[in-house]
């Protein structure tokens, strides 16, 4: 049921629809909407979301409203699942492609249940230092080199899971870098020390450093992901901000297709030739992502939050950041970036690794000094949505558009 009026050439469409039946055991349900016809003139939609709806319990909802599976109007997350009656999502967004369209669109919302991350407080690595590098995961990783406030670092230490342990210190101490790999297979490259911006790699089998190739370009502060057989290092600082991309073979570096937009301090995360860069420093934080397919980047989705000096972990597809001059995570499930669970202790300039849903992250810089502090993030898994007590959850959508 609906209610159309018109005025000065313009319609307004308002329709309701409802979540109300959750009795299947499913972490995601569906519900359409309306339909936009092609060349439909519609200049702009609201939604409204009543909600009666109780919370499931220690698990996060999200509800995405939009058309065609990709040009989503807006993502709502939210833990509990007790929003405010009568919430606004979007106030009158013109969608210019919807007018240009030559096939109809059916605008529908889609509810999912995820797993909630919550961030813990582990041992604390051996140094205190920021500006370093790591690989591995969240049960076996190796951090290296960094920034004490003194001095240039060459120091390893491994992290089997419970505790940290020196391992081989790199030839070269420097800062900036960036590093991938696992705790017995590792990669560290780029950076900068005394001598100024270097390019030189190193590789690190578990016990101790060795040579690698040479990257073409010396940076810092540059984004690296991979394996030590197969890498990317993109963006970084040569003397002024650079959009370079090289990728590693396991004994050489080859440019490849430059980023979009130039940028250093970034982070990301997947493989070599499947990667995403995040965020990072244009001149000033940067909410901007980009998606590398193995030779050119493509503009991917915007994180809710400007942010540099951070860290990533994950694929293309589900991806988490984290780290950075705030408490905050965000997540990606290949389509959108949510926020997520708050970590307990703000730092930038640390290393992180692990995968999306088991990360870490240790050392650093805060507001005070240099720090050694490790957390732990673990997400669990998404529950059913028949665990969702009685009630409902109505979309008030109301459009705009031309009529003659």
């Not at 991917?300 to 988490?320: K, Q």
Request: proline share 1%; hydrophobic share 35%.
């Amino acid at each position: 049921m609906g209610i159309t009026t018109y005025e000065n050439n313009v319609v307004t469409e308002e329709v309701t629809k409802s979540f109300s039946d959750f009795s299947a055991a499913a972490t995601s349900k569906s519900v359409d909407i309306i339909t936009l016809d092609p060349k439909s003139g519609v200049l702009s939609i609201e939604v409204v979301i009543e909600n009666t709806m109780g919370g499931l319990s220690g698990c996060d909802c999200i509800i995405n409203f939009g058309g065609d599976g990709t040009n989503f109007l807006e993502y709502i997350n939210t833990s509990s699942f007790n929003e405010d009656p009568n919430k606004t999502v979007r106030d009158f967004i013109t969608n210019p492609f919807l007018t240009d369209s030559t096939s109809s669109i059916i605008y529908s919302a889609d509810m999912q249940s995820q797993g909630i991350g919550v961030w813990a407080v582990t041992k604390s690595a051996r140094y205190t230092r920021d500006a370093l590098a790591g690989a591995g995961t969240q049960s076996s990783a190796v951090i290296f080199n960094g920034w004490d406030g003194s001095n240039y670092m060459n120091a390893s230490e491994e992290w089997d899971g419970t505790s940290w342990a020196d391992g081989g210190s790199t030839s070269a101490a420097k800062s900036q870098l960036a590093g991938c790999g696992t705790q017995t297979a590792a990669l560290a490259f780029g950076g900068y020390n005394s001598g100024g911006y270097r390019n030189e790699s190193e590789e690190y089998n578990g016990a101790s450093w060795s040579g690698g190739g040479n990257l073409n370009t010396a940076r810092l502060g540059l984004g690296g992901v991979g394996t030590l057989s197969s890498a990317l290092s993109f963006g970084g600082h040569t003397g002024s901000i650079s959009s370079v991309t090289e990728e590693y073979n396991g004994a050489s570096w080859i440019a490849s297709g430059g980023m979009n937009v130039a940028r250093y301090y970034l982070s990301g995360c997947g493989i070599q030739s499947a990667a995403m860069a995040t965020g990072g420093s244009t001149g000033s934080a940067s909410a901007s992502t980009e998606l590398y397919n193995g030779a050119t980047w493509s503009v991917g989705a915007t994180l809710n939050l400007a942010i540099s000096s951070h860290a990533g972990t994950g694929t293309v597809s589900a991806a988490l950041r984290f780290g950075g001059n705030t408490l905050t995570t965000e997540k990606f499930d290949g389509l959108t970036w949510i926020m997520g669970s708050d970590r307990n202790v703000s730092s930038w300039n640390a290393a992180g690794f692990g995968s999306n849903t088991l990360a870490m992250i240790s050392s650093g810089y805060r507001s005070g000094g240099y720090i050694n502090d490790s957390e732990q993030y673990n997400e669990g898994s998404a529950q059913n949505l028949n665990g969702l007590t009685s009630g409902s959850l109505t979309f008030k959508v109301k459009y705009i558009k031309y009529y003659s």
